[in-house]
């Protein structure tokens, strides 16, 4: 099965708002996590990533929090746009390998 | 746009015919994953080729298999086909430096339908 999943399928937010989302993984062997945003008929697009010797990173409007003592991670967007409407993923590695485990994905709409 | 191309875009088959989908990695990049997505899931991973070998599978059956050409494209051909081969098949491309870690580059995926 898979190793990583989300909380939550959907996630309405206003605009303007800030936006969290959340996933959870069980492979203690993953030391590398991805976000990875998916629009409509588009592949996934890297959005950040960070790595298990980190717990926080930040990129242009997003936060990536990562908690291994629950093995959780979490997508902060600031200030949510119509643009950020999409499919969100997280993705985890192990050490050294090259495949990517996704999980099933967040839908985040955002309201006018 | 990632640079990465794929073809056909979208295309049917019927149960046991065979399929062969094409992607042209993004310029500079020698890496080529194949990943499979149903629908409303997400992708799971299927090989990955560096330098024209086979150097990583995922938990799919043999008859899913592939190639990369000395340009670094790649094939993903499917045999046998069934029913829940019905996905979006996204190939992505990464370099040498990138190989293992999450920044590959998608291309717009190909949809396949199995009727």
């Known amino acids: 099965g898979e190793s990583v999943g989300l909380h939550l399928p959907t996630l309405s937010v206003q605009e303007g708002d800030n936006s969290i989302i959340n996933c959870a993984y069980s492979n203690s062997a993953s030391d590398y996590f991805i976000w990875y945003k998916q629009e409509s008929g588009k592949g996934p697009q890297f959005i950040i990533d960070i790595r298990s010797n980190m717990d926080k990173r930040q990129g242009q409007r997003v936060t990536v929090l990562l908690n291994k003592t629950v093995k959780h991670l979490s997508l902060q967007i600031a200030a949510t746009q119509p643009g950020d409407s999409a499919v969100y993923f997280c993705a985890e590695r192990a050490s050294n390998d090259y495949k990517l485990s996704f999980g099933a994905g967040t839908t985040v709409t955002v309201r006018a | 746009e990632t640079g990465v191309t794929q073809s056909p875009t979208h295309l049917i088959k019927t149960r046991g015919q065979q399929v062969t989908l094409r992607c042209s990695s993004q310029?500079?990049?020698?890496?080529v994953s194949w990943y499979q997505q149903a629908l409303g899931q997400g992708p799971q991973f299927i090989f990955q080729?560096?330098?024209?070998?086979?150097?990583g599978r995922g938990n799919f059956p043999p008859r899913f298999s592939g190639l990369q050409f000395p340009n670094y494209s790649s094939e993903l051909n499917v045999n046998a086909l069934e029913l829940d081969d019905s996905a979006l098949y996204l190939c992505?491309?990464?370099?040498?430096?990138?190989?293992?870690?999450?920044?590959?580059?998608f291309g717009e995926g190909a949809r396949l339908t199995v009727l």
């Open positions: 992505a491309s990464s370099s040498d430096g990138t190989r293992y870690t999450g920044e590959l580059f």
């Open positions: 080729y560096y330098r024209e070998e086979e150097n």
């Open positions: 310029s500079g990049h020698n890496t």
